[in-house]
T-cell receptor, first 113, second 114 residues
Framework: DVKVTQSSRYLVKRTGEKVFLECVQD?????MFWYRQDPGLGLRLIYF???????EKGDIPEGYSVSREKKERFSLILESASTNQTSMYLC????????????FGPGTRLTVT | AQSVTQPDIHITVSEGASLELRCNYS??????LFWYVQSPGQGLQLLLK??????LVQGIKGFEAEFKRSQSSFNLRKPSVHWSDAAEYFC????????????FGSGTRLLVRP
């Protein structure tokens, strides 16, 4: 089974802090994604990566950056956390042979106070 | 622009009753369509997908969905709901560009009455 893990289930940070959310997948998938999930808005794509050291902006990249130094790991960085970044963050991965079939991690609920 | 609409925010059904969750999409070409389920506190799990071919697709946990091009719909159905089906359900369309991204609907929360 594909397994996507995220470093924290719950995280509380203060405004202005730098925040790192880590995601690791164990199925050698080429593509990795970061979404945020907010009530009534569904999931919105923040960034994605289709190869090591490659990254592409999604629909709502402002205030975020990403890093992919290894194939299995994709990090989301909030350079200076703000209260409007309080949300559920979901990581996903997919293979090149099944591009759209994404496997999701359990999510990190981030609260910025 | 591509979009997915799930018109029902909440649906309540009795255990053993049938279920239909609605999904409408806006997309210029033949879409890749998906249904995901999210149980409380969990990530999303793929229920089923439609790429081409037979418009009635079967998924896990006894779910099925029917693609209707004329109605731009991909509704999810289950003949008999179990209490464990209580969750949030998301419909998604795959965007066929270099991003390979999914566009999600806003979700439908299913409540099951005992």
């Amino acid at each position: 089974d594909v397994k996507v893990t995220q470093s924290s289930r719950y995280l509380v940070k203060r405004t202005g802090e730098k925040v790192f959310l880590e995601c690791v997948q164990d199925m050698d998938h080429e593509n990795m994604f970061w979404y945020r999930q907010d009530p009534g808005l569904g999931l919105r794509l923040i960034y994605f990566s289709y190869d090591v050291k490659m990254k592409e902006k999604g629909d709502i990249p402002e205030g975020y950056s990403v890093s992919r130094e290894k194939k299995e790991r994709f990090s989301l960085i909030l350079e200076s956390a703000s209260t409007n970044q309080t949300s559920m963050y979901l990581c996903a991965s997919s293979s090149d042979s099944n591009l759209y079939e994404q496997y999701f991690g359990p999510g990190t609920r981030l609260t910025v106070t | 622009a591509q979009s997915v609409t799930q018109p029902d925010i909440h649906i309540t059904v009795s255990e053993g009753a049938s279920l239909e969750l609605r999904c409408n999409y806006s997309y210029g070409a033949t879409p890749y369509l998906f249904w995901y389920v999210q149980s409380p506190g969990q990530g999303l799990q793929l229920l089923l997908k439609y790429f081409s071919g037979d418009t009635l697709v079967q998924g896990i946990k006894g779910f099925e969905a029917e693609f209707k091009r004329s109605q731009s719909s991909f509704n999810l159905r289950k003949p008999s709901v179990h209490w464990s089906d209580a969750a949030e359900y998301f419909c998604a369309v795959g965007v066929m560009d270099s991003s390979y991204k999914l566009i999600f609907g806003s979700g439908t929360r299913l409540l099951v009455r005992p």
